[in-house]
């Protein structure tokens, strides 16, 4: 059983910068591949970064590719998005999420393939 809990939300202005920390407890957590998703109002949720359980294979959705970062310290249980040069059609509900498929599946963008899922953190851009 892992447990997921983000912080690091908030309102920032077009161009500037946020790190959103997804705090884990529970066993096992170093070997969960972690990821984020992100979700609009009206919209569904929405794949944006993933990492495998040591950090070795990233993976990022298009819309994000180059302006934002995943990263985890499994000594501290921990997994953050580093989002550069935000825009407006980034704001959302952002949640991490894990789960254990393999690291080159086509399939780890699929929200119905991870396992465990935090309560979300609010990200609201001003442009």
């Known amino acids: 059983q892992v447990q997921l809990v983000e912080s690091g939300g908030g309102l920032v202005q077009a161009g500037g910068s946020l790190r959103l920390s997804c705090a884990a407890s529970g066993s096992f957590f170093s070997r969960y591949g972690m990821a984020w998703f992100r979700q609009a109002p009206g919209k569904g949720r929405e794949f944006v970064a993933r990492?495998?359980?040591?950090?070795?294979?990233?993976l990022y959705a298009d819309s994000v590719n180059g302006r934002f970062t995943i990263s985890r310290d499994n000594a501290k249980i921990t997994v953050y998005l580093q989002m550069n040069s935000l825009k407006p059609e980034d704001a959302a509900v952002y949640y991490c999420?894990?789960?254990?498929?393999?690291?080159?599946?086509?399939?780890?963008?699929?929200?119905?393939?991870?396992?465990?899922w935090g309560q979300g953190t609010r990200v609201t851009v001003s442009s």
């Open positions: 990492i495998s359980w040591n950090g070795g294979s990233t």
């Open positions: 999420a894990a789960n254990t498929l393999g690291d080159y599946s086509d399939y780890l963008p699929d929200p119905r393939t991870y396992d465990y």
